[in-house]
């Protein structure tokens, strides 16, 4: 269960978040905190390991680039230059993929990835597939992952001209995603949850 920082009823912001050195991880949505520790199962890792691979290796000489945790994406309501004060939203996705070069300064990305990629864990699951979702299709990020090692599933949830996220498509173990978003690229998924 993610547990929120000490004071839950009190707002934060950004700039509060940089002043946490107590070696935890940390999340802020709308302000409030929190705690993303402990440190993701192997199995998790080992799926991220593999997406990861594959996103690189497409992406090699390519405009976009890709993350991983712990990598800070503040979502900010205007694209104007936003005081650290003034952001209440940031997370460390699993997996992310910025095209726009002009987001990415050396704290991390400042607005929306292109592509989010969350692998459910036993103590962030209900956030990833609820409140994050929410987060994430609020603030337009076109494609949102979610990775079932359990079920060895990805559901696949693409912005919709209406805002919202559609009907998501489903991968299994055997089948391959292609990512149109940023090309002709396909993950194979034998290769992620073999």
């Not at 996103?55 to 993350?67: A, I, N, P, T």
């Not at 993929?97 to 990629?117: A, E, M, N, T, Y």
Request: net charge negative.
């Amino acid at each position: 269960m993610l547990q929120p920082k000490p004071n839950a009823n009190e707002r934060h912001s950004y700039a509060d978040y940089l002043t946490w050195d107590d070696g935890k991880r940390w999340e802020l949505i709308d302000g409030q905190s929190f705690c993303m520790s402990p440190s993701p199962m192997r199995q998790h890792q080992l799926i991220s390991k593999r997406l990861e691979r594959q996103l690189d290796s497409y992406l090699l000489d390519k405009r976009c680039e890709m993350y991983h945790a712990p990598f800070d994406v503040r979502f900010v309501e205007t694209e104007d230059d936003v005081a650290d004060d003034y952001i209440d939203t940031v997370v460390q996705p699993d997996i992310v993929v910025v095209c726009d070069p002009k987001k990415l300064d050396d704290r991390g990305c400042k607005g929306s990835p292109d592509l989010i990629i969350e692998i459910l864990s036993p103590s962030t699951s209900r956030m990833d597939m609820t409140v994050k979702f929410e987060l994430y299709q609020r603030f337009g990020v076109k494609e949102y992952w979610i990775v079932h090692p359990k079920d060895q599933t990805i559901l696949v949830f693409k912005h919709l001209e209406s805002g919202m996220y559609g009907v998501p498509d489903r991968y299994c173990a055997e089948d391959s995603i292609p990512v149109t978003l940023l090309g002709d690229l396909v993950i194979d998924l034998t290769r992620v949850f073999s």
